[in-house]
C-alpha cells in the first residue's frame, strides 16, 4: 500500500512537470525588455539637457581659447550624456570629463543643473554652432543624435516613400521646435513645399522657410545680425546676435527630382549648409536608408539606430 502511495505520488509530480514545460514552450520565451521610450513631455526635457551640454562644450571652450570639437555623435541614456568626437580630445570643459582616451566627453545631467551652465535658452544663453543636431532614432533605448552640419556633402534619405516623409518630417520639425536648433532654418525647396511634406510637420515656426526653385532658396539669409528671431519669441542682440552669424546654420530639403532638374550638385552652398534629399540620388556622400522594421541604415556614417525618431517621437513631444 505505501508502496503503490509513493509511486502515485511521483507520477503525479512528474505528470505537474511536464505540464509545466508544455506551458512554457507554448507561451515561447521570455520577451526582452522594451526599449526606453519617451512619454509625453520627456522628449523636450531630454533636448533641454542637450542644449544645454552643447552651450556649456561652446562657453567652456570659449574661455579656455580652444577650437570647438567635431562631434560624431550625442547619446543620451537618461542618466548620462555623451559626446563621441570625431577627433581625440583630452580637454573637456567643465562640467564635462573626458574619458581616458579623449574620444568621448562624459557629462551627468544633473550636475547642468546644479551649476546652472547654460540656462537661459531662450534667447539669453550662449549660443553653439551644433544647431543642426538632430534625434536619429533610438539605439538600445538610448537616443542618438548627429549633427548634420558635420556630414559634408549631400545625404539622402531613402527606403519606403511614406517612411523617408516621416522620418523627414520628423527631422524637420525637432529642428525648427526644439531647443538645439534655435539658431538653424530649414528651407523646403519646390516639391518639398507640398503638404505631403508640410501637413506632416508638426510646428510652424520662423526657422521654417519655402522657396519654389534653388535661385530663391540661397537667397534666404538666416544670419541677420541686427535682428533676429529665435522662433520663441526672443530677439538675439549683442554678444548673441554676433553668435547667430557665425553659428547659424541652414538646411536645405529637396525631392530627388529636384536635386537633379536644378541641378542641386553644383549648388553654391556655404561650407556651413546642409543639403537632405527625400529620395535615392547616386550623387549622395551620405544615405541613410529607412528599413521596413524601423531601424536606420547609417552606411558610412556607422551610428547603430533601432528605432529612427519618426517611430517613437510624437507632437506632443515637442
Same mark, same amino acid.
Given at each position: 500500500?505505501?508502496?503503490?502511495?509513493?509511486?502515485?505520488?511521483?507520477?503525479?509530480?512528474?505528470?505537474?512537470?511536464?505540464?509545466?514545460?508544455?506551458?512554457? &514552450?507554448?507561451?515561447?520565451?521570455?520577451?526582452?525588455?522594451?526599449?526606453?521610450?519617451?512619454?509625453?513631455?520627456?522628449?523636450?526635457?531630454?533636448?533641454?539637457?542637450?542644449?544645454?551640454?552643447?552651450?556649456?562644450?561652446?562657453?567652456? &571652450?570659449?574661455?579656455?581659447?580652444?577650437?570647438?570639437?567635431?562631434?560624431?555623435?550625442?547619446?543620451?541614456?537618461?542618466?548620462?550624456?555623451?559626446?563621441?568626437?570625431?577627433?581625440?580630445?583630452?580637454?573637456?570643459?567643465?562640467?564635462?570629463?573626458?574619458?581616458?582616451?579623449?574620444?568621448?566627453?562624459?557629462?551627468?545631467?544633473?550636475?547642468?543643473?546644479?551649476?546652472?551652465?547654460?540656462?537661459?535658452?531662450?534667447?539669453?544663453?550662449?549660443?553653439?554652432?551644433?544647431?543642426?543636431?538632430?534625434?536619429?532614432?533610438?539605439?538600445?533605448?538610448?537616443?542618438?543624435?548627429?549633427?548634420?552640419?558635420?556630414?559634408?556633402?549631400?545625404?539622402?534619405?531613402?527606403?519606403?516613400?511614406?517612411?523617408?516623409?516621416?522620418?523627414?518630417?520628423?527631422?524637420?520639425?525637432?529642428?525648427?521646435?526644439?531647443?538645439?536648433?534655435?539658431?538653424?532654418?530649414?528651407?523646403?525647396?519646390?516639391?518639398?513645399?507640398?503638404?505631403?511634406?508640410?501637413?506632416?510637420?508638426?510646428? &510652424?515656426?520662423?526657422?521654417?522657410?519655402?522657396?519654389?526653385?534653388?535661385?530663391?532658396?540661397?537667397?534666404?539669409?538666416?544670419?541677420?545680425?541686427?535682428?533676429?528671431?529665435?522662433?520663441?519669441?526672443?530677439?538675439?542682440?549683442?554678444?548673441?546676435?554676433?553668435?547667430?552669424?557665425?553659428?547659424?546654420?541652414?538646411?536645405?530639403?529637396?525631392?530627388?527630382?529636384?536635386?537633379?532638374?536644378?541641378?542641386?550638385?553644383?549648388?553654391?552652398?556655404?561650407?556651413?549648409?546642409?543639403?537632405?534629399?527625400?529620395?535615392?540620388?547616386?550623387?549622395?556622400?551620405?544615405?541613410?536608408?529607412?528599413?521596413?522594421?524601423?531601424?536606420?541604415?547609417?552606411?558610412?556614417?556607422?551610428?547603430?539606430?533601432?528605432?529612427?525618431?519618426?517611430?517613437?517621437?510624437?507632437?506632443?513631444?515637442?
Amino acid at each position: 500500500m505505501i508502496t503503490f502511495l509513493v509511486l502515485f505520488v511521483v507520477l503525479g509530480l512528474a505528470l505537474l512537470g511536464a505540464a509545466v514545460v508544455l506551458t512554457r &514552450r507554448r507561451r515561447g520565451p521570455s520577451a526582452a525588455p522594451a526599449a526606453r521610450t519617451a512619454g509625453p513631455g520627456a522628449d523636450r526635457k531630454v533636448l533641454d539637457t542637450v542644449a544645454l551640454g552643447l552651450q556649456a562644450v561652446a562657453e567652456g &571652450r570659449a574661455r579656455s581659447g580652444r577650437p570647438l570639437p567635431d562631434l560624431h555623435t550625442v547619446v543620451h541614456s537618461g542618466r548620462r550624456m555623451t559626446l563621441q568626437l570625431a577627433q581625440a580630445d583630452t580637454a573637456a570643459p567643465s562640467p564635462w570629463t573626458s574619458d581616458v582616451s579623449g574620444k568621448e566627453w562624459l557629462l551627468d545631467p544633473e550636475n547642468l543643473r546644479r551649476t546652472g551652465t547654460g540656462t537661459g535658452t531662450g534667447g539669453d544663453g550662449p549660443a553653439h554652432p551644433y544647431s543642426l543636431t538632430v534625434t536619429l532614432g533610438l539605439h538600445r533605448g538610448d537616443r542618438v543624435l548627429v549633427d548634420l552640419a558635420q556630414l559634408p556633402g549631400t545625404i539622402a534619405l531613402t527606403g519606403d516613400d511614406m517612411e523617408v516623409l516621416r522620418l523627414a518630417q520628423a527631422l524637420i520639425s525637432e529642428i525648427v521646435s526644439g531647443p538645439v536648433g534655435r539658431l538653424a532654418t530649414v528651407v523646403l525647396v519646390g516639391s518639398a513645399t507640398t503638404p505631403s511634406v508640410t501637413d506632416g510637420v508638426v510646428t &510652424r515656426s520662423p526657422r521654417l522657410r519655402t522657396a519654389a526653385t534653388r535661385e530663391e532658396a540661397l537667397t534666404h539669409d538666416e544670419n541677420d545680425k541686427s535682428d533676429r528671431n529665435d522662433g520663441n519669441g526672443a530677439m538675439d542682440r549683442g554678444k548673441n546676435a554676433d553668435a547667430a552669424g557665425t553659428y547659424g546654420r541652414r538646411l536645405f530639403v529637396v525631392t530627388a527630382a529636384q536635386f537633379r532638374d536644378e541641378r542641386w550638385a553644383d549648388a553654391p552652398l556655404r561650407a556651413t549648409d546642409v543639403l537632405l534629399v527625400l529620395g535615392y540620388i547616386t550623387d549622395a556622400v551620405w544615405h541613410l536608408a529607412v528599413n521596413t522594421d524601423g531601424s536606420l541604415d547609417t552606411g558610412r556614417l556607422g551610428v547603430p539606430v533601432d528605432t529612427h525618431t519618426a517611430r517613437f517621437a510624437g507632437p506632443a513631444d515637442l
